[in-house]
């Protein structure tokens, strides 16, 4: 009996529970392939797995069927490094405000409920397998310009660089951004700017981010733009799905930084 030994690995980790789903999953073999969904059925999911350790149950179960397990991206499972990137019922992340996949859990979900999952849909994210999407774009967004260039040496002592309270703040929210790309899949144009306005955001409320402040803005949406992704039409669906709650704010900001360096290099 293939299904026991998943049902005994449940219960070895104590987390043995009596929800019973179908899953609607998209496959996909790579970028070229067609992909499609296909249906499973899990029995003994315990309300308090985290999504990820059901697909993980999932998965053995597939493995001792002789089947394929399902490609998803995770690493910290913590809600840090933005890696659990899907679709669940249409929602990325899933139906809570404020969460990552590997922070939600099966408790949001009922027995006998039917949960599709499918990757980001968006053309700057390429399907890899299943449910990854390859976000280099995102990389190579931060490499036109989301850096400081300083030379390295012994830290300075934190009180050198006074730095006032709100920018301390505005600028620590901006950084909370984990480049998960969730903004990217909830928005109908597929716009990257809530994850672009938070980064240049991050660094142009601080005094050691002012020295590159106009020429970052101006290439890092110019890479924005070579990527593919789409403009904003201000529906702040992004903001809206952010597992970090972005704020819309930091558009606004990224217009205004933006703006600015195209008067400054212009006056030159
Ligand atoms: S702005 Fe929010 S949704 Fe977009 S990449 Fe950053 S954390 Fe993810
Ligand atoms: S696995 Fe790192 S944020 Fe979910």
Known sequence: MPRLKVESDIKNIGMEGNMSLSLKVWRQSNKDAAGGFENY??????????????????????????KEPVSFDHDCRE??????????????HGPLRGVTTCQLHMRSFKDGDTIVVEPWRAQA??????????????????????????????????NALPIAKEAADDAFAAAACIGCGACVAACKNASAMLFVSAKISQLALLPQGQA??????????????????????NTGAC????????????????????IGA???????
Do not use: W
């Open 262 to 268: 195209k008067f400054s290099s212009s006056a030159v």
């Open 212 to 233: 590159e402040r106009s020429i970052r803005a101006e290439k890092m949406v110019a890479q924005m733009d070579a990527e593919g992704f789409g403009a904003c039409t």
């Open 41 to 66: 059925k899990l029995d003994h999911v315990s309300p308090d797995m985290s999504f990820l350790e059901m697909f993980d149950v999932l998965n053995e179960q597939l493995i001792e069927e002789g």
């Open 125 to 158: 994210f390429p399907v890899i397998k299943d449910l990854v999407v390859d976000r280099d774009a995102f990389d190579r967004v931060i490499s036109a310009g989301g850096f400081v260039s300083v030379n390295t040496g012994n830290a300075q002592d934190a």
């Open 79 to 92: 809600g840090i490094c933005g890696a659990c990137s899907m679709y669940i019922n249409g929602r990325p």
């Open 239 to 258: 903001s809206a799905e952010c597992p970090k709650e972005i704020s819309l704010e930091n558009i606004a900001r990224m217009n205004r930084e933006y």
